[in-house]
């Protein structure tokens, strides 16, 4: 009975554990199916076609794509950029857009799947990106382009320069690499290079592949091909090294990457055409075989390249020269160039081709002997692939062209840096000077708030920090912090100061918005607004409203980044430098009212309510040196410094508080001033001589009365 009823139950346990993995299997295909459903959608929609014709693949491959096909003929393919190329933003979080390419490499669509980028989160509009992105359709990948150039595409969105940068990188990128991996590009032979197939090799490695050609000539082989025995007879014997040669193809990055290394040779590709190719010559011994003349003609008569019956001249504009290999154990070169093999030539790397070295003398007679010697190459099949496999293309980063492209924003920020620097240095000799140091301060707070903060929109703000912090935890990346330059420089310039001065260098100086307020709190004075004088005890008890929003936003981006951004709105930086007032009446009403705010308290924001500078002040007391000066009457016998503190960074008692002093020097010119500081009036007045009285005249004895 017992074991009926233990069969019973064990039947039951069994079509249980049927049924529930039938239902689980069910639901995952009918999640699959849905998948594949919203892919066919998202395909119509991107090749504008009749989602009822299409057909879509899965995701597979390397790079991963799903192939789309149009009653059963193949249309193209569909790519994440995330997927492709691992697109980030500012963040560090994944910007992630979807692109159609189709047979001709075009992309025909583009739709933004996700972002967390802050300028991107509040802002802009879903219909501003939406266009932004939806624009690269119709960019041909195989066009033609120079460094110079920019990519095809849509202008940046306004306010937004950095954040567009990535995506038009990411598009661009994904594009290219999917339409060269796939065979859309490079179709002309039935190998193509491996562009992306990588592993880290050192010079031994790279000759046992044959990933480089070499030859050595001697003396003796020279005189033999020149039939001249005097030729050079001076320098030595037949054994003497005349010249010994390594060549090869650049164009795999199996080769060129580790020969040049990853900088170098990501410059070298993006400032190559789709179709073109490089060769790399290096060379030691008596011979140059660049000669001297190319610098005049632009044409190097020493060697040439040759394939089947054509003849291709290496001239000066495709030339560059490599003071250093990079890979590791390569020898030390006499001379090393890299000379670029445009695409019109015919010039297929994927066949034998051959470089002639062409070695000349005269016979006493003035007779001209000329020999050439052959030098061949063929590339190894290791470094090609069949068409159709997957290679990536290699191109130079973002970060790059940024710091490429503002080279002459780069230049003012380092300029006003050096002045910053010289300032600072020489503070004591400034503050002394009153006249001069008023107008130092007064022209250097305009160029900050004109130049840097509207003219260039670099403001630093809390979501740096937090976007730092985030990458420690998520994975830091030095590519994502250097997508701006002026950022970066400025990020750099506080780390240092910090240091070296506390939190007041970028606070009294480099902040635009910091500016703006001390600007218009001049000219409310100059107007006759009184000032509101905040007792002392209120002024340090609405100190930690700054602290407590930094730290609320810190703890918040630990939860959600995006909504840490989305709370960092409490910063006007965006509305009033990024934006430039081009915002929702909400967000420009409220910098209305902080600006008015600092008419009658000059810097408010700065004092109670700036997180940055709340994130700046917490390693304040880290710096080294104490460059502003005290006197043991300061809070003592005299409170002048304390009440005429821009920022009431001065206590009551005289000592400066290193957390919320902004460095502008005011209390220096007062230390300096024997007009104003008491110690200096009174030690003026004990160094003044004393006047003598004059002694009434007495008459002389003889004289009237």
């Known amino acids: 009975m017992r074991g009926s009823v233990f069969i019973r139950q064990a039947v039951a346990a069994v079509l249980l554990i049927v049924t529930l993995t039938a239902t689980q299997t069910s639901a995952g295909s009918q999640a699959t199916a849905q998948e594949s459903e919203e892919t066919r959608a998202l395909a119509a929609a991107l090749f504008a076609m009749d989602p009822e014709q299409l057909t879509v693949g899965p995701p597979g491959g390397s790079p991963p794509v799903v192939r789309v096909e149009r009653n059963g003929a193949f249309v193209g393919y569909l790519a994440s950029t995330f997927s492709v190329v691992g697109s980030v933003g ?68 306004t306010g937004a320069t950095i954040s567009s940068g990535v995506i038009r990188d990411s598009i661009i990128r994904t594009g290219r690499v999917v339409a060269l991996a796939y065979g859309l590009l490079d179709s002309r032979t039935s190998r193509k290079i491996d562009r992306t197939g990588f592993v880290k090799s050192d010079w031994a490695q790279l000759i046992s592949d044959d990933a480089l050609a070499h030859r050595s000539i001697t003396m003796g082989d020279v005189r033999e091909a020149l039939n001249s025995l005097e030729y050079k007879a001076n320098v030595g014997g037949p054994e003497k090294s005349f010249i010994e040669l390594y060549y090869g193809l650049l164009t795999p990055a199996q080769i060129g990457q580790n020969l040049l290394g990853k900088q170098l040779f990501s410059a070298l590709v993006s400032q190559s055409n789709t179709g073109d190719h490089s060769i790399l010559v290096a060379a030691n011994g008596l011979y140059s075989f660049k000669g001297t003349r190319w610098r005049k003609s632009g044409v190097f008569e020493r060697i040439e390249l040759h394939q089947d019956n054509r003849s291709i001249r290496l001239t000066r504009d495709g030339y560059q020269n490599v003071q250093r290999l990079a890979v590791a154990g390569a020898p030390t070169f006499r001379e090393t160039a890299v000379f670029t093999i445009p695409e019109a030539t015919g010039f297929d790397p994927t066949r034998q081709w051959r470089l002639s070295l062409l070695v000349s003398d005269e016979t006493d007679g003035g007779a001209r002997l000329t020999t050439a010697f052959p030098l061949y190459y063929t590339l190894p099949d290791r470094f090609t692939v069949a068409k159709g496999r997957p290679t990536v293309a290699v191109d130079m980063t973002l970060w790059q062209r940024n710091w490429i492209a503002r080279i002459p924003a780069i230049a003012t920020v380092c300029v006003m840096l050096l002045i910053l620097a010289a300032i600072l240095v020489f503070q004591d000799a400034l503050a002394r000077r009153i006249r001069l140091y008023t107008t130092v301060r007064f022209a250097y707070l305009t160029t900050t708030l004109v130049v840097l903060g509207w003219g260039l929109g670099a403001q630093l703000s809390v979501v740096h920090v937090l976007a730092f912090a985030q990458s420690i935890r998520t994975g830091f990346q030095w590519e994502t912090f250097l997508l701006d330059p002026l950022i970066f420089i400025l990020w750099g310039t506080v780390a240092v100061s910090l240091l070296f001065w506390g939190r007041g260098v970028f606070c009294g100086w480099l902040c635009p918005f910091g500016a703006l307020q001390e600007l218009l709190n001049m000219a409310a004075k100059r107007l006759g607004i009184r000032q509101i004088d905040v007792p002392f005890t209120l002024h340090e008890r609405l100190w930690p409203i700054k602290y407590i929003l930094f730290l609320g936003l810190f703890a918040l981006s630990l939860h959600s980044i995006a909504d840490a951004f989305y709370f960092a709105e409490v910063e006007p930086f965006k509305t009033t430098m990024t934006m430039k007032f081009a915002r929702a009446w909400p967000f420009i009403a409220y910098v209305v009212v902080l600006l008015a705010a600092g008419l009658f308290v000059e810097r408010a924001y700065c004092r109670y309510l700036c997180p940055l500078g709340a994130a700046l002040a917490i390693p304040a007391r880290l710096r080294m040196f104490e460059w502003l000066k005290r006197r043991p009457q300061c809070g003592r016998e005299c409170r002048i410094c304390a009440v005429r503190c821009t920022v009431q960074a001065i206590h009551p008692d005289g000592h400066i508080n290193p957390n919320e002093c902004i460095h502008c020097l005011r209390c220096q010119t007062n230390y300096f001033d024997a007009t104003t500081c008491p110690p200096l009036k009174a030690r003026k007045r004990r160094r003044a001589p004393q006047a003598e009285v004059p002694t009434p005249a007495t008459p002389s004895q003889g004289s009237a009365s």
């Not at 025909?108 to 501003?128: F, K």
């Not at 932004?132 to 110079?148: C, E, H, Q």
């Open 90 to 157: 500012y963040s560090g979080k994944p910007i992630d857009v979807m692109i159609a390419v189709d047979t001709n490499a075009t992309i025909v669509g583009a739709r933004l799947l996700d972002q967390s980028e802050p300028i991107l989160t509040i802002g802009i509009s879903d219909d501003d990106i939406a266009h932004y992105v939806g624009g690269f359709a119709k960019v041909a990948l195989g066009r033609d382009k120079s460094p110079k150039s920019r990519p095809d595409g849509p202008d940046a969105i």
